[in-house]
Every structure is written in C-alpha cells, then in structure tokens.
DNA sequence: TCAAAAGTGTTGGCCATACACCCATGT
DNA sequence: ACATGGGTGTATGGCCAACACTTTTGA
C-alpha cells in the first residue's frame, strides 16, 4: 500500500457479476442474461455491472440483483462474496477485475430481465455453457462454493420460501448435491442443530396433494451447522 | 458487464493485501510493514501493493510475497485468495480495492523488509492490533480462514518444513486453533489419511534433545480431509 | 383399499475419545 | 534414574446409516 500518486497505476474497471442459483422443477437453475452487445454478443453471461463511485461490491451486487430480477426488497436475500476475478486479458477491451458473487433464491419470480441486459432467462444449470468471458468456470465455482457450504452452514434455507417443509428442505440438498438422502436421518440431523428451523405453531399444508400433509417450518437464527451434514461419500472414498 | 464505454466508470486502484502467518516460537505470527508516509505513517499494516497492468491478483500477491519476505522461490507456497474489500472510503485518498490473500509460511526466514516498505517485522498475531487502514479486519478475516481450512484441507502441512514430525504438525494445530489436542488420537488420524502425510523412509531426527526421536514425514499430495479433523467444542456446543 | 408422502422407532457397526502403557533418548 | 517427547494399544460410549414400521391424506 506504500509508494502510490496518482499515476503509479493503471486504472481498472471494477464490476461485479453474479451467479445467482434458484430450485426449480427439481433442478438447480442459474440466472443468465444474453449480452446485446460485442464483445460476445448474443451469447449468454451472468448479470453483473460495474461498482459505482459510491458504493462497495456488495452494493453493487445487491444492487444489480434486484434490477436483474425485478425484486423490490433483496435485503434478507443470501449473498455471498466467492472470488475476484482479475486475470489480464479477461475482457478483451480493456483491464477489467470482477468481484463474483452468488446469490440464492427460493423458486423465482418469473419475471426477469429488467436492467440494462437485453433478454434473461433461468437456465437448469446443466445448460449453463460457453458462456461469455470467464463466467463458465466463475458458474462452476459458485456451485461448488454452494454445495460445499450446505454441508456445514444452514444456508439450504436460503433455497426456501419463508415457510417450508423439511420435504422441500431436502430437495434442496438432493438437487445441490445430486445425491438422495435417507429422510428419517435427515430429519433428525435437521431438527437437531438448534437454530435450523424452527416449526411454525399452525396449520400444515397439503404436499401436492397426495401424501400426509408436512409441517411447516421457518428459517431459524443459526448460521453454521454442528455438526456437519455430510455429502454421501460418491464412491468408495475412505470416509 | 453490459453497457460499458470508456468513460462508463470512475477509475479504481486495484490493489493486494497479504496476511502472511508463520509459526514461530509456539505462538501464530503475522508479517507486517511500518509504513513511511501518510496516511497512517508510522502505523503497522499488512505488506500489499498494487496490481500491475500485466499480471493478475495472484500473481500481484505472489511478488508482493517474494519482495517482502526475501524468499526467492515462492512457487511451492500455500497462497490463497481470501476476499476483496471494497468499501469506498477504506483509503481516505482515493478509491481503492483491493483483494486480500492469506499466505502460509514454514518459520520463518527471518530476513524480511526488503521491497518498499520502511521496516517490515515478524509479530505475533495477539500484538497486530490498531493496523492500518482496515487491515485490523482482513488479519482477523484471515486467521479465521486459515483456522476453519485446518480443519477439512491438508493445510497444514503449509505451515511446516519440507521434513516434519508429527509433533511439529501436531503444534500447528494446536497453535492457530488455541487448544491442546490427544497426541496419540492426532497421530491416529493424520496416518489414517492418505495422502494427507508421506513417511520419509530414511532417518529419524531428535526432537530437541530430549526425548524419543521422531519419524519424519513430507506433505502428501491430497488436498481436502475425509473425514474432518474438528477442532475441540470450546465449551458444551451441542455437536 | 391402495399409493404416496410424513413421521417414529430401533439396531448394529463404526469411530473417536480418553487414558494406560511402552520406547528411546539426553542429562 | 528420571524427565521428556514419540509411539502403540484398547475399551467405552456416542453417533449415524440403514431399514422396518406407523400415520394421514387423495384417488
């Protein structure tokens, strides 16, 4: 931090981009907007913007999130500072430096694409490819980041709406994780860690129809997860 | 990332930060620089500087890291981005960004304060307090990190010679975690780790003087840890 | 009456904690 | 001889995966 003037350094545009994930239909999707303009016109990238004069990247991602997807109150919305993106030559134009984020949402609002990007559409994230820039691998590692914090963070509620089912809660993980879950075991690990969820004291709503209906529950006020919530090891790993 | 022109954004300093720890004499200790000029001249503050035109954040951090500590190969060394901090007004002269790097080093070369910096010293963490700018922050940011990645990375091994005992990596534990841990349970999982450590098949090496002497291990090749090793509950948390 | 989803009970095995104990070295 | 640190053995208890079972609804 020592030995700058104004001119000791080449400026750089600051922008922040997104990946925002939703649940939907049982598949994770991600929020992409088609760019309108070179470079990579028409193909599909993460919505994101610069940070303005005034504001940190955090604001600007809040910012930008709720412009993307037309929400008026992101406040409570979960998001998340995953890295900084600054290799040369990222942008072919000019030195560009991307603060990403993600962002998780319960099953969107429809409407999207307000902003300034021509079109946005939620896309299962298995389709999420060739996107414009670096915003591929900046997608593979919000996911991983996501799948990684699920297993000792109470961030699956953030997939939720405010009230929800531990049904629902699980399918969260199953989709993030692309694993099944044994539901009497993940059930007890769930109302075990004090702060997950809290029941709601009324009524229980109906699973899709069929089914004995679930009881509600709201997200609670815990933060990490003791003890963890393990992925199922995929093959033969030593655990 | 859409919309931009050349005079869509206001100029940013993009800049590195670097909390590099290294354990020394049984107590965590933090690299800092006395600063020579203001603001906060005379204040203690993480080495850093800016991001060049030609290189990436990482690679920024990776020079910094070699200027400051006087090392000459800094290729092998467990460097890891950390977040970037961008709040306007974090420098009051201008607006700067900059993205903070956790770095872990073996005890240390004790030759550091080469670069720019006025004095550059070796200071245990408990006395970096009142640094400059918000370095106070990303020093605690960092040694939280680096304390949670113990737990479930390999990490460790970072913070040791290329040949080690078991003992030495145990101290590493104990040091940044701030507590005492079973040495035959420590020994136990390590070694029921693949990959974590690799016995070296040669000699054994006194310990100090006293006592038995030690097998000597290398850093094995695997990255994560399955399953973790956790560090103690502090006092009756549920897990 | 059956299917489907929620929820409860139970059991066996694994692992980790805690601690006892032996080994090799310097003083 | 003893202190010091390295290393091995072992048993108890807790946790968890697996699965059987009951409950409540819609069709």
Tied chains: 1, 2.
């Excluded at 990007?117 to 691998?137: I, K, N, S, V």
């Amino acid at each position: 931090m020592d030995g700058y003037a104004k001119h000791a350094f080449e400026p750089f545009a600051v922008t922040v981009d997104l990946a925002v994930f939703t649940i939907r239909a049982g598949a994770l999707h991600v929020l992409l907007v088609e760019r309108g303009q070179e470079p990579y016109a028409g193909r599909w990238a993460l919505p994101g913007g610069f940070v303005r004069p005034d504001e940190s990247a955090e604001g600007a991602a809040r910012r930008e999130l709720g412009e993307e997807t037309g929400l008026t109150d992101v406040s409570g919305l979960h998001l998340e500072q995953l890295r900084t993106y600054s290799e040369p030559g990222r942008d072919p134009r000019m030195r560009v430096v991307s603060v990403a984020f993600a962002a998780l949402l319960p099953d969107a609002p429809e409407a999207c694409g307000g902003g300034d990007a021509a079109r946005a559409r939620w896309t299962p994230y298995d389709r999420a490819r060739e996107l414009a820039f670096d915003h591929d691998r900046i997608v593979a590692d919000a996911r991983e980041r996501v799948g990684a914090k699920l297993e000792y963070t109470c961030l699956a509620t953030a997939f939720c709406p405010p009230e929800f089912t531990l049904g629902e809660l699980q399918q969260v993980y199953e989709t993030v994780w692309g694993a099944t879950l044994d539901r009497p075991n993940f059930r007890r690990k769930v109302l075990a860690t004090p702060g997950f969820v809290e029941a709601v004291p009324g009524a229980a709503r109906l699973t899709g129809g069929r089914g004995k209906p679930a009881a509600l529950y709201r997200a609670g006020t815990a933060a990490a997860l003791h003890p963890p919530l393990l992925r199922p090891t995929p093959e033969g790993r030593p655990a």
